[in-house]
C-alpha cells in the first residue's frame, strides 16, 4: 500500500478519464489553518469581551418616578384609538393603522381584581398601585381591615424628599388621585378628601373638583362646612390657578420651584370633545408640572387620563377614543423627558377596564356576524353621549309635559339624527326609549339613558358594548427607562406598586 503522504490533500477529488483532476496544494495547509483558527479565536474573544462589559454595566438608577393611568383603559380602548387615529371619512378600510407611542413600550398585563371581588373599582384599584396592597372596593388607600396604608407618594415624600405631583382629569378629590393622597374607607367622602389632600404637602396638584375647596355657601360648592381649601392651599405658599390663561401665565415666569394648585373646573374636567379652551390639556398641564417637580432628591408624578372610565361608563365611543388620544399624547411628552433625563422610569397602566368594549357587533344572533367595525364616523361626532342624552332629556321632559302620549322612539331617532348623523336601529332605539321613560320616572338620580344613547350611536360603527360598568379584564402595562425591565409579563395590580416602591427605593 502506498505510503499517506504528508502533501496529500484533505479532499481527494475523483478522477475520470479525460478531465483534468483538481490538485490543492496542502504544503502550507497547517500553517493557514492554524492561523485562521487563532484568528478566529482572537474574534471570539473580543466579542465575548464587548458582550461582558455591557452586561456588567450598572443599571441607570431610578431618580424619577412618572405613573401614567388610563383609567378604564384596556385593549380595546387601546385598540380603537389607534384605528381611529389614522382613519379619517373617505380613508379605504382597512388603513394599516401604525402603533400609537403607548405601543411601543407595551410589558404585559395587569390583573386587576381586588381584595372582595373580581371586579374592581376604581378606589381599590388604584391604592393597589399607590399602596401595593389588596384592598376592598371603595375604600381609599386603607386596607380591609381599616387601617390606613402608606402610599408611595407619601414615601417618597417623606423618606427621601422628592418632590410629588398629582395630575388629573376629573376632580382632584375622586378615587384614583385621592388614593395616593388620602385616607378614607368610602370613596364618596371627597369633602374630607379635599381636606386631607391639602394638608399632604403635595407640590403639584391639578385637575378639576374646586367645589369641594369652596366654603359652604360659594356659588359652586359641594362642602358641608365652611372650610375654604383654596384660600388655605394659597396661604400654605401654594400658586393657585383656575384656567388654562392662568397656568400659561405661571408657566411663562420660568418658575422651578414652589407649589401649585390648578383647579379648572367646579366637577370634573369637560370631555375632550367639548372641552373649553379655558381647560387645558393633560400635556399643558403636565409641562406646567414638570420644571417645579426636577430636583436633586428626585420626583413622584402621577397622571390620569380619567375621562376614559367616564366615556366608557356612557359607551360613549367618540368620546373615549379622544381621551385614550390625549393620554397618548401625554405618554410621548413623558417618555421623551424620560429618554433626556435618563434616570426616569415611566410605567403607564390602568385601574381596571370599563365597558367591555368590543370591536365587533353582532346586532341579530339568528344572522351570522359581519367581520367588521368601523372607527371613520367617529371623527364626524362632536358632542359626548352625556351632553347628547342630556339634550333629549329636556326635550323629552317638554315634550311629554306638553303631550304624556308623545312617541320617544321617535322623539329620540330624530335628536340623534340631528346630533350625530346616524341612524340607529329600531331594536335600539325602542331600548333607549324604555331607558328614558324609566329615568324620567325618577328624581334624576338613575342614569340608564346616557349608556342606551351611546348603544345606539356605537352599534352604527359596529362597536358593541357588554356593560356599563366595569369588567374584571387585565389591562395593558406599558415601561420605559431606567428600571423598566421589571415590569415585563403579567402582573398583579398590587406587585406594581411593590415594583415602583423598589425602583423608587422606598418601604411602603
Known amino acids: 500500500m502506498e505510503k499517506e503522504s504528508a502533501d496529500r490533500p484533505l479532499y481527494h477529488p475523483v478522477s475520470q478519464p479525460g478531465n483534468s483532476v483538481l490538485r490543492v496544494v496542502t504544503k502550507y495547509r497547517l500553517p493557514i489553518v492554524s492561523a485562521a483558527l487563532a484568528i478566529a479565536v482572537v474574534v471570539l474573544v473580543i466579542l465575548a469581551v464587548e458582550l461582558a462589559s455591557r452586561h456588567s454595566e450598572p443599571p441607570q438608577p431610578v431618580q424619577n418616578v412618572i405613573l401614567l393611568i388610563g383609567d378604564g383603559f384596556g385593549l380595546g380602548q387601546a385598540t380603537l384609538a389607534r384605528a381611529a387615529y389614522s382613519l379619517r371619512p373617505g380613508d379605504t378600510l382597512p388603513g394599516n393603522p401604525p402603533p400609537l407611542t403607548l405601543d411601543t413600550f407595551l410589558a404585559g398585563s395587569s390583573r386587576t381584581h381586588s381584595a372582595d371581588t373580581l371586579v374592581t373599582d376604581s378606589a381599590a384599584g388604584a391604592t393597589a398601585l399607590s399602596c401595593a396592597q389588596k384592598t376592598n372596593n371603595r375604600m381609599i388607600a386603607m386596607l380591609p381591615n381599616g387601617e390606613a396604608c402608606q402610599t408611595i407618594l407619601e414615601a417618597a415624600r417623606l423618606q427621601k424628599g422628592m418632590r410629588t405631583g398629582l395630575i388629573s382629569t376629573s376632580r382632584v378629590t375622586h378615587a384614583t388621585p385621592a388614593s395616593f393622597a388620602a385616607h378614607v374607607p368610602e ?79 367646579l366637577s370634573h374636567m369637560d370631555y375632550v370633545i367639548e372641552r373649553p379652551a379655558t381647560q387645558p390639556s393633560l400635556s399643558q398641564m403636565f409641562s406646567t408640572a414638570l420644571p417645579l417637580l426636577q430636583n436633586s432628591n428626585g420626583f413622584f408624578l402621577m397622571v390620569e387620563g380619567s375621562r376614559i372610565d ?25 417618555l421623551d423627558f424620560a429618554k433626556q433625563d435618563g434616570h426616569t422610569l415611566v410605567v403607564a397602566t390602568a385601574d381596571h377596564e370599563t365597558g367591555g368594549v368590543s370591536l365587533g357587533y353582532q346586532a341579530d344572533p339568528l344572522v351570522y356576524p359581519v367581520y367588521r367595525y ?24 317638554a315634550a311629554v309635559a306638553a303631550d304624556p302620549n308623545t312617541n320617544l322612539t321617535a322623539l329620540i331617532d330624530a335628536s340623534i339624527k340631528q346630533l350625530y348623523n346616524v341612524s340607529g336601529s329600531s331594536s335600539d332605539l325602542a331600548e333607549a326609549a324604555a331607558c328614558l321613560q324609566y329615568d324620567l320616572q ?16 356605537s352599534h352604527t360603527c359596529d362597536i358593541g358594548w357588554t356593560t356599563a360598568g366595569h369588567t374584571g379584564m387585565d389591562v395593558p402595562l406599558y415601561a420605559a427607562g431606567a428600571g423598566a425591565d421589571a415590569f415585563a409579563g403579567s402582573l398583579e395590580n398590587s406587585d406594581i406598586g411593590a415594583r415602583l416602591a423598589t425602583a423608587a427605593n422606598v418601604k411602603l
Open 187 to 265: 370613596r364618596d367622602e371627597e369633602a374630607t378628601i379635599a381636606q386631607q389632600m391639602a394638608a399632604a404637602g403635595v407640590d403639584v396638584l391639578m385637575g378639576g373638583g374646586r367645589r369641594y375647596f369652596l366654603p359652604n355657601g360659594t356659588t359652586g360648592s359641594k362642602r358641608p362646612d365652611e372650610w375654604d381649601g383654596v384660600e388655605q392651599m394659597r396661604q400654605d405658599g401654594y400658586t393657585v390657578v383656575e384656567t388654562t390663561a392662568e397656568l400659561e401665565g405661571f408657566a411663562s415666569q420660568g418658575a422651578t420651584s414652589g407649589k401649585l394648585l390648578g383647579l379648572f373646573s
Open 310 to 334: 367616564m366615556a366608557c361608563h356612557k359607551n360613549d365611543a367618540a368620546s373615549m377614543v379622544k381621551e385614550v388620544l390625549e393620554f397618548e399624547d401625554v405618554a410621548a411628552r413623558v
Open 374 to 397: 368601523d372607527p371613520r364616523v367617529l371623527w364626524g361626532m362632536n358632542i359626548s353621549v352625556e351632553s347628547a342624552a342630556a339634550v333629549i332629556e329636556d326635550q323629552a321632559k
Open 442 to 457: 325618577d328624581t334624576g338620580a338613575r342614569q340608564s339613558f346616557p349608556p342606551a344613547v351611546g348603544r345606539v350611536v
